[in-house]
């Protein structure tokens, strides 16, 4: 396997995904310690290279180079010359794209078109967005009601942020969580999912390449019981940035309680995508299937919940199936894929006890719904129907290529059942209808909701979920916020 690999890969980029590799600390990349892991290719399910387990010691070591350089250089550098070195790291990004794209593409079994055209993108734009921000992070003179006094604010960053990413976009949710953390002036311990490490250890080298002073951006690799657990509990953590599954953001925030760190959590959704009959139907068709099979159902944010009016569920349900069956399912750094394998051969039999379910509850399985017949996680886009608001096929989130089709009849039926489930991630509604778009926009409690498109995403435009979609927005002011916090002077003019 190791020859077809290097036949899918470039020279450069081949060479850093076998090699061994440790946590990134105080600059550079330290040998593996003892305790390492494997690394699966998930298109094959051969092992790709071994990965540094990082202990305590060496979560320790990352912490206290954050620290460091939080305390000295990158800590006190003028807020124009932080522009200047995140502006050079978007650059670097750019300029090392093709290479980037390749390490997400072979861990994630991503189709490397797909992290080539989206991904590697919005990770640049991150950059560059916040990069605009550390000149215009300003404070407030207070009026207070107080005789002879001066109050005024300043914006201070927390200083070490432990960000903690999941397997399925491994380079957007790093930049995700360290380009407005840095542009804050933070220093970060960035730990990767133990699936997907390769994109953020080349990140690190670009940070330190770009001029960010070592220590400013450290890496720690590991399985999150060990490496994660040793870094949110560590006393200099002082912020917990953390994208993932709503188990481990419950458990996390637990722990931010206890230790009183500041916490953002970006957790799941299971999204209401919803077609009126009076919409364009062969285009909120295309959109669904797009979204619900786009990286396998891979994505928080994907519309696996898509509900139908009734008169028009045949058409969209014929639709979503010759989209489905045009995906060419293959290896994701094979350039004519359109959908990969699932991220690992764990995560495909959960999907597949999903599915075990549907039949006993009432529903069918309308297409799909099987292996591959070859190496590899690879399951079929896959769509059910007939399933209740409470089946877990549609109350819970899947993270698969797995649609669940509701039709339903009204719209005071549709906006309670919409709203039934226990995440508010997003939504979207399609209708020609300007008035209905706006009422049922504003009816659901969904932290974004798309009109007449789907998973449209910008570094400017604030995004996040409610109920238990998580706490805090990335993305925006808002998103910058979050890694900042207020110190009050007061001044006697008496
Ligand atoms: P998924 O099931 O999608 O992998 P998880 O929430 O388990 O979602 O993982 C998201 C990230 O959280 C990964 O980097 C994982 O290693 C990390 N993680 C899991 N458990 C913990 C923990 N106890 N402490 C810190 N990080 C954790």
């Given at each position: 396997m190791a020859t077809a690999l290097e036949s899918l890969m470039d020279q450069r980029a081949h060479a850093f995904a076998t090699a061994e590799h440790g946590a990134f600390?105080?600059?550079a990349e330290i040998a593996p310690s003892e305790k390492t892991f494997s690394t699966v290719d998930p298109a094959t399910g051969e092992v790709i290279t071994t990965v540094a387990e990082s202990e305590d010691r060496v979560v320790d070591q990352a912490v206290q180079s954050a620290a460091k350089a939080f305390e000295g250089e990158w800590g006190s550098m003028l807020p124009?010359?932080?522009?200047?070195a995140l502006h050079r790291f978007a650059n670097l990004v750019e300029e090392n794209a093709a290479e980037l794209a390749q390490y997400?593409?072979?861990?994630?079994?991503?189709?490397?078109?797909?992290?080539?055209?989206?991904?590697?993108?919005l990770a640049v734009e991150q950059f560059r967005y916040y990069a605009g921000w550390p000149t215009k992070i300003q404070g407030a003179t207070v009026p207070v009601s107080t005789p002879n006094a001066h109050v005024y604010t300043?914006?201070?960053?927390?200083?070490?942020?432990?960000?903690?990413t999941p397997w399925n976009f491994p380079l957007c949710q790093a930049a995700i969580k360290l380009a407005p953390a840095l542009a804050a002036g933070n220093s970060v311990v960035l730990k990767p999912s133990e699936l997907t490490s390769l994109s953020s250890l080349r990140l690190a080298q670009l940070a330190v390449e770009a001029g960010l002073p070592a220590g400013t951006v450290n890496v720690v690799t590991g399985s999150g019981a060990g490496t994660g657990q040793a870094l949110i509990s560590h006393p200099l953590v002082n912020k917990i940035s953390f994208t993932g599954s709503e188990a481990t953001g419950r458990h996390l925030g637990a722990e931010a309680g206890r230790s009183l760190k500041h916490i953002s959590l970006e957790l799941g959704g299971k999204n209401p995508n919803i077609i009126f009959a009076d919409a364009d139907v062969a285009k909120a068709a295309a959109y669904a299937a797009t979204t619900a099979y786009f990286y396998s159902g891979q994505v928080c944010f994907s519309g696996s919940r898509l509900m139908v009016e009734r008169s028009v569920v045949d058409e969209v349900v014929e639709a979503v199936k010759e989209h489905a069956s045009a995906l060419v399912l293959g290896h994701g750094l094979e350039r004519a894929s359109t959908m990969g394998p699932l991220a690992s051969a764990h995560h495909r039999e959960k999907v597949e006890r999903y599915l075990n379910t549907v039949e006993g509850t009432g529903g069918t399985v309308a297409f799909g719904g099987s292996r591959l017949d070859r190496a590899g996680f690879f399951l079929q886009p896959t769509?059910?129907?007939?399933?209740?608001?409470?089946?877990p096929v549609v109350a819970d989130e899947i993270f698969g290529p797995v649609l669940a089709i509701q039709p339903f009849d009204s719209l005071e039926e549709l906006i309670p059942r919409a709203n039934s489930g226990k995440y508010g991630l997003s939504a979207g509604v399609w209708t020609n209808d300007v008035r209905k778009a706006h009422n049922v926009a504003q009816q659901l409690r969904a932290g974004t909701v798309w009109v007449n498109t789907y998973a449209d995403y910008n570094a400017a435009a604030p995004f996040g979920g409610t109920k238990s979609s998580g706490l805090g927005k990335d993305c925006g002011p808002d998103g910058l916020d979050k890694f900042l916090e207020s110190q009050t002077v007061w001044m006697s003019l008496a």
């Amino acid at each position: 396997m190791a020859t077809a690999l290097e036949s899918l890969m470039d020279q450069r980029a081949h060479a850093f995904a076998t090699a061994e590799h440790g946590a990134f600390i105080d600059g550079a990349e330290i040998a593996p310690s003892e305790k390492t892991f494997s690394t699966v290719d998930p298109a094959t399910g051969e092992v790709i290279t071994t990965v540094a387990e990082s202990e305590d010691r060496v979560v320790d070591q990352a912490v206290q180079s954050a620290a460091k350089a939080f305390e000295g250089e990158w800590g006190s550098m003028l807020p124009a010359d932080r522009e200047t070195a995140l502006h050079r790291f978007a650059n670097l990004v750019e300029e090392n794209a093709a290479e980037l794209a390749q390490y997400d593409a072979l861990e994630g079994g991503k189709p490397i078109a797909q992290v080539e055209g989206v991904d590697l993108p919005l990770a640049v734009e991150q950059f560059r967005y916040y990069a605009g921000w550390p000149t215009k992070i300003q404070g407030a003179t207070v009026p207070v009601s107080t005789p002879n006094a001066h109050v005024y604010t300043r914006r201070m960053p927390l200083g070490v942020v432990a960000a903690i990413t999941p397997w399925n976009f491994p380079l957007c949710q790093a930049a995700i969580k360290l380009a407005p953390a840095l542009a804050a002036g933070n220093s970060v311990v960035l730990k990767p999912s133990e699936l997907t490490s390769l994109s953020s250890l080349r990140l690190a080298q670009l940070a330190v390449e770009a001029g960010l002073p070592a220590g400013t951006v450290n890496v720690v690799t590991g399985s999150g019981a060990g490496t994660g657990q040793a870094l949110i509990s560590h006393p200099l953590v002082n912020k917990i940035s953390f994208t993932g599954s709503e188990a481990t953001g419950r458990h996390l925030g637990a722990e931010a309680g206890r230790s009183l760190k500041h916490i953002s959590l970006e957790l799941g959704g299971k999204n209401p995508n919803i077609i009126f009959a009076d919409a364009d139907v062969a285009k909120a068709a295309a959109y669904a299937a797009t979204t619900a099979y786009f990286y396998s159902g891979q994505v928080c944010f994907s519309g696996s919940r898509l509900m139908v009016e009734r008169s028009v569920v045949d058409e969209v349900v014929e639709a979503v199936k010759e989209h489905a069956s045009a995906l060419v399912l293959g290896h994701g750094l094979e350039r004519a894929s359109t959908m990969g394998p699932l991220a690992s051969a764990h995560h495909r039999e959960k999907v597949e006890r999903y599915l075990n379910t549907v039949e006993g509850t009432g529903g069918t399985v309308a297409f799909g719904g099987s292996r591959l017949d070859r190496a590899g996680f690879f399951l079929q886009p896959t769509a059910v129907i007939g399933s209740a608001d409470s089946d877990p096929v549609v109350a819970d989130e899947i993270f698969g290529p797995v649609l669940a089709i509701q039709p339903f009849d009204s719209l005071e039926e549709l906006i309670p059942r919409a709203n039934s489930g226990k995440y508010g991630l997003s939504a979207g509604v399609w209708t020609n209808d300007v008035r209905k778009a706006h009422n049922v926009a504003q009816q659901l409690r969904a932290g974004t909701v798309w009109v007449n498109t789907y998973a449209d995403y910008n570094a400017a435009a604030p995004f996040g979920g409610t109920k238990s979609s998580g706490l805090g927005k990335d993305c925006g002011p808002d998103g910058l916020d979050k890694f900042l916090e207020s110190q009050t002077v007061w001044m006697s003019l008496a």
